[in-house]
């Protein structure tokens, strides 16, 4: 299980330097959508970080179709407006509670 990071360049830098080699970037909307669409279809990814603000950018489907998926699992850093909780991601990927 890989880990993929979808963003603009000065996002997914940080996770370039940390070692994770699945870095897309994407300018604009419609990349970031398009290469969210090929991480998903990624069979070796078990986790997907987008910056928070950037899942607000797309489509009502899109949105839908990664807030539900298990795997892999999607996290979203920074601001969470109207989704899950990281701790229920965790929760739902795993199976169990970690924090009890």
Do not use: C, H
Not at 56 to 72: G, H, I, N
Not at 87 to 97: A, C, H, P, Q, T
Request: charged share 30%.
């Amino acid at each position: 299980m890989e880990i993929a990071v979808v963003g603009n360049s000065e996002f997914i830098l940080g996770f370039r330097l940390a070692g994770i080699q699945k870095t897309y970037a994407a300018d604009t909307d419609e990349a970031f959508a398009d290469q969210v669409t090929k991480v998903l279809g990624d069979k070796d990814v078990g986790i997907i970080v987008l910056k928070g603000e950037d899942m607000q950018k797309l489509s009502f489907r899109l949105r839908t179709t990664l807030s539900e998926s298990v795997k892999p699992t999607v996290i979203t850093i920074g601001e969470e407006t109207g989704g899950i909780s990281m701790r229920e991601r965790i929760k739902r990927s795993v199976g169990v509670d970690l924090w009890k």
